[in-house]
């Protein structure tokens, strides 16, 4: 190799912080899952540029998206596009570029891979042929929703998106309504209205949430109130715009009496489904859904229904 191949080599392979140039350092064959920013460009790590710069393949899900950090920092690493609609074809291509010993880095447009985007069926494929895959940490909109929320935090759970119908929105909040953790969900604008609607009926009005809009970005909000109180605001707001995580705060505990607990599952039975009357039974006594579905079919089988 000449002296010009190798200074066009170690030029591909950096990146610039200001106005230095930094070398990146070769990387080991493996899957590398790099977290981006999810609107800030300066909340990427330095591991995250020099596996961006280092990687022999970079794939991404937008080009366009993935050029315009690569451009802020200098990388000159040429995206490859994968994404849920050319996955079938892209990820035997990766996974070549695996088996042939090279280095391959994913990003999504924003964010953590695998988070609800394709490159889980990537990782899972990955992982199944026995590569190594190594995330890189870092930007997190579930997280960052989470911490600026002001919601508790000692136990959470992501449910991504919801449900674009009506009844299967409620039906899921239903699943989850006794669920011992603070909820996060992604939303987008034009069903965040909706979205709390649904959520003050089936979960309570009363209960506490946030809707975290535009993370990290020049328009950053975040508006906290009862489930009811930003119903009632978003009914008003025409064109919401930009991302939005909802995160909506747990249930209440709530000591319910055996007594009183049989005679909601026996009046709800009355009218509902077993598995409905469960999930609303869950809703009204803060108990597990499983726990309460269990029970009703005991007592049904207790009166020989």
């Known amino acids: 190799m000449n002296e010009e191949t190798t200074a066009e080599a170690a030029t591909r392979r950096s990146f610039r912080l200001h106005n230095a140039t930094v070398p990146a350092r070769p990387l080991e064959p493996a899957l590398y899952l790099v977290a981006t920013p999810i609107g800030n460009l300066g909340d990427i790590t330095l591991r995250a540029l020099e596996t961006l710069a280092g990687a022999d393949v970079l794939a991404c899900e937008d080009t366009r998206v993935t050029r315009v950090l690569l451009d802020r920092y200098g990388i000159q690493n040429r995206p490859f596009s994968y994404h849920e609609y050319n996955a079938d074809e892209a990820g035997p291509r990766l996974l070549q570029a695996l088996e042939a010993g090279r280095s391959v880095a994913l990003v999504s ?39 600026g929320s002001g919601l508790p935090n000692d136990a959470f759970l992501f449910a991504g998106f919801l449900p674009v119908k009506d009844k299967a929105r409620r039906d899921r ?133």
């Open 109 to 147: 447009d924003a964010g953590t891979p695998l988070v609800s985007d394709p490159g889980y069926r990537l990782a899972q494929q990955a992982i199944a042929a026995g590569y190594r895959v190594i995330p890189i940490p870092g930007a997190s909109a579930p997280l960052a929703a989470l911490v």
């Open 173 to 305: 909040l239903g699943e989850l309504a006794a669920a011992p953790a603070t909820l996060i969900f992604f939303e987008s604008p034009h069903r965040i209205g909706a979205t709390l609607l649904a959520a003050a009926d089936v979960l309570g009005a009363t209960r506490p949430a946030s809707v975290c809009r535009e993370l990290t970005k020049t328009y950053e909000e975040f508006r906290r109130g009862t489930l009811a109180d930003l119903a009632a605001h978003y009914q008003q707001v025409e064109n919401v715009k930009g991302e939005i995580v909802l995160v909506i705060g747990p249930p209440e505990p709530v000591e319910a009496d055996e007594a009183d607990v049989e005679a909601v599952l026996a009046d709800l039975s009355k009218s509902m489904p077993t598995a409905k009357a469960a999930t609303e039974a869950a809703r009204l006594t803060g108990l597990p859904r499983k726990v309460l579905y269990q029970r009703l079919l005991e007592l049904k089988g207790a009166d020989g229904r």
